[in-house]
């Protein structure tokens, strides 16, 4: 059975190695400072003892819509896929944002990731035709 819980300090290891699958780039992950901030909410799901997937919700006040939240980063270790873990992820994260009274959720998304896309579809997410605009910093 696959169990949902907060991300932890002890995650940090398994955690970058699910971000390189996610990056294809290696990610110093510093666990305490995330967990420090309060804006963001990171969960995982265990199988079989294994750290197998994760996911995270920034929660936000956006000045003209309220509470709202972000999801990012969500990866499931190749060898765990198609067994239900990324829609638990999801589900779970959508759950805390209701907690949270979140009015909205957003995500993006790229054309190329065909699993995640057809995830998000799947658990009520509809695609905006809006054009994101990015700067690295
Ligand atoms: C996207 C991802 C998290 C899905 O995780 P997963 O545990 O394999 O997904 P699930 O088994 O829970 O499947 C949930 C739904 O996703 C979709 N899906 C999953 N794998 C799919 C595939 N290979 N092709 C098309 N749709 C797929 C289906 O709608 C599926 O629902 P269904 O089983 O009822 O058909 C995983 O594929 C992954 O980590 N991909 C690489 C990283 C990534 O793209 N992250 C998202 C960044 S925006």
Known sequence: MPILRPFEEKDQNQA????????????ILDAAELLADQAVECIVIEEDGIVAGFASLI??????????????????????RGKGLGRKLIEELVKIAKENNLKKLQLTSSPSRVAARELYKSVGFEMKDTNVFVMNL
Do not use: C, R, S
């Open 16 to 27: 970058m190695k699910l971000f390189y699958q996610l990056t294809g780039t290696a990610t």
């Open 59 to 80: 929660k936000y006040y956006l000045p003209t819509g309220g509470k709202v939240g972000k999801i990012e980063d969500v990866i499931v270790d190749e060898n765990f």
